[in-house]
């Protein structure tokens, strides 16, 4: 064959190699849902949406139940769903924990409101540093590649939700007043890092890609 031939014959064969090999990737690898579409990211919007709305006292404490509140109830949610829709024991395991421990919390929280009357003086910077913690976890959430695999996405998105209770929670303990939140506030960090650890380590043993 001449030389002038092989060269584009050589080419074709590696582009038509190379054509191929993505073709067996893509249908080996990651596959992704719309988030519009995914069950978890609904119930994050929803809540987001809601502790937006809350009207807030400028009482650190109690801004801070209220708001934990509303988040656990999110969480709740997300965890029942995973229950529902999960595959694996070890995320379903995580979730059913997380179920008991935060309901359990939400009666501590309210608890606290209906005995604490918000007072002054006010404090807005627990408002602003919690809705900036908020404002992350919605762009972290938003930057997640979603799959439709329950396990896979419910550890994902509650790795984010961990993240900004952990924010809030230490905005609580340098900011608000109180002995009973702030105690809350301690139990809830450690708790939550120890479930990211754990949300994480399961990911990287079971990642898709």
Not at 71 to 78: C, E, S, V
Not at 90 to 95: S, Y
Not at 120 to 127: G, K, L, Q, T
Request: with cysteine; net charge negative.
């Amino acid at each position: 064959m001449p030389h002038s031939f092989r060269l584009p014959l050589l080419a074709s064969l590696l582009a038509f190699g190379a054509l191929t090999s993505c073709k067996k990737d893509d249908a080996d690898g990651l596959m992704v849902q719309p988030h519009d579409q995914n069950a978890f990211m609904t119930i994050m919007h929803d809540m987001s949406k809601e502790m937006d709305m809350m009207t807030a006292t400028m009482d650190p404490d109690n801004d801070y139940a209220k708001m934990m509140v509303m988040h656990h109830t999110g969480a709740i949610k997300m965890a029942q769903k995973e229950l529902s829709d999960g595959d694996d024991a070890t995320i379903k395991d995580i979730a059913q924990k997380m179920i008991a421990a935060q309901q359990a919390e939400i009666t501590q929280f309210n608890a606290f409101l209906t005995s604490h009357p918000a007072h002054a003086p006010m404090v807005m910077e627990f408002m602003d540093r919690a809705m900036m913690a908020m404002e992350t976890m919605d762009k972290n959430n938003d930057l997640r590649v979603l799959t439709g695999d329950a396990d896979q996405d419910f550890a994902q998105l509650m790795i984010d939700h961990h993240t900004s209770a952990i924010e809030m929670s230490e905005d609580e303990l340098s900011l608000g007043r109180e002995t009973t939140p702030k105690t809350m506030a301690t139990k809830i960090i450690a708790d939550q890092q120890m479930e990211i650890k754990e949300l994480q380590d399961w990911l990287l043993k079971n990642k898709k890609y």
